[in-house]
C-alpha cells in the first residue's frame, strides 16, 4: 500500500499497554483511550519503526501458522494511519 509508512511506528502520543480489567489491549492518550480488538493489538504491537509491513505480515502469519494475513494487516495498517495511530 504506497499510503502507508514503510516501518510503521506507534506515534509518541499514544501509549499501548494490556487492559487487565478489560482482558484487552488499548491505545492510551490524553483525552482518553482506544480498546483494540485482538487482531488489532497483535498487529500494533509489530509496529515497532524497525520491521516493513511485509515483516509484520511474514510475523503474524508465522505466530498464527496462517497464511492469507496481508489484506487483513493492510487494512488495520490503513486504518491506523487514517486515525494517526501509526506514523
Not at 492518550?29 to 520491521?51: F, H, Q, T
Request: charged fraction near 20%; charge should be negative; hydrophobic fraction near 45%.
Amino acid at each position: 500500500m504506497n499510503s502507508l509508512p514503510l516501518n510503521p511506528v506507534l506515534n509518541r502520543r499514544l501509549r499501548m499497554q494490556w487492559e487487565e480489567a478489560q482482558q484487552c489491549y488499548v491505545l492510551l492518550y490524553p483525552e482518553g483511550m482506544i480498546r483494540l480488538n485482538g487482531s488489532a493489538g497483535e498487529i500494533l504491537k509489530c509496529c515497532d519503526g524497525v520491521a516493513t509491513v511485509d515483516q509484520i505480515v511474514a510475523m503474524l502469519e508465522q505466530k498464527f501458522n496462517t497464511t492469507g494475513l496481508r489484506d487483513d494487516i493492510e487494512a488495520l495498517l490503513a486504518h491506523a494511519y487514517q486515525e494517526n495511530w501509526i506514523v
